[in-house]
T-cell receptor, first 112, second 116 residues
């Protein structure tokens, strides 16, 4: 059973546009929701994370929106740049588990 | 300061051979994780070490997979009698003690394992 569903699989956005990636989860015990960015040949790097006691968190051009009742959270990249072209993964963690559970990833291409 | 270091960066081996992958976590990080990433896929959890506690091995896909950690430092992931389906990137991450809040996991760049 897939515990985190991420969409879309791939996304093409024009430079300056807004990129939106969505994730949905099932288990209400999850209490940590990070987004990771991965470039080819590199390990994932933490981009931004949110706890369920807030509905939105913004860091520069990156914003997480969190909807606890819908069990969904999304990443918004404002003013998307070609350098943002990468694969983005949402993840969840909580309860007694130590590991992150990852979505399948979204490959973002930002066209100049 | 150095990040998480993994070696080798690439490993090609024949089916049936054993392989050992190494991870050097960030100094002071007591938690260490191994994940597997198949081509074009998300990360699958394999095993987690926290201090001197017994490791969480719940993600290991078969008894051919094992891992050890020396104190709070180096870890090795061993795959015995490798199969072609073991081909993947094996990623290691480390973090501060996770039960004091959700500490970020910092990843190495992985070992790309190819089984011929």
């Amino acid at each position: 059973q897939q515990q985190v569903k991420q969409s879309p699989q791939s996304l093409i956005v024009q430079k300056g546009g807004i990129s939106i990636i969505n994730c949905a989860y099932e288990n209400t015990a999850f209490d940590y929701f990070p987004w990771y960015q991965q470039f080819p040949g590199k390990g994932p790097a933490l981009l931004i994370a949110i706890r369920p006691d807030v509905s939105e968190k913004k860091e520069g051009r990156f914003t997480i929106s969190f909807n606890k009742s819908a069990k969904q959270f999304s990443l918004h990249i404002m003013d998307s740049q070609p350098g943002d072209s990468a694969t983005y993964f949402c993840a969840v963690k909580g309860g007694s588990q130590g590991n992150l559970i990852f979505g399948k990833g979204t490959k973002l291409s930002v066209k100049p | 300061g150095a990040g998480v270091s993994q070696s080798p960066s690439n490993k090609v081996t024949e089916k049936g051979k054993d392989v050992e992958l190494r991870c050097d976590p960030i100094s002071g990080h007591t938690a260490l994780y191994w994940y597997r990433q198949r081509l074009g896929q998300g990360l699958e959890f394999l095993i987690y070490f926290q201090g001197n506690s017994a490791p969480d091995k719940s993600g290991l896909p078969s008894d051919r997979f094992s891992a050890e950690r020396t104190g709070e430092s180096v870890s090795t992931l061993t795959i015995q009698r490798t199969q072609q389906e073991d081909s993947a990137v094996y990623l290691c991450a480390s973090s501060l003690w996770h039960r004091e809040g959700n500490q970020p996991q910092h990843f190495g760049d992985g070992t790309r394992l190819s089984i011929l």
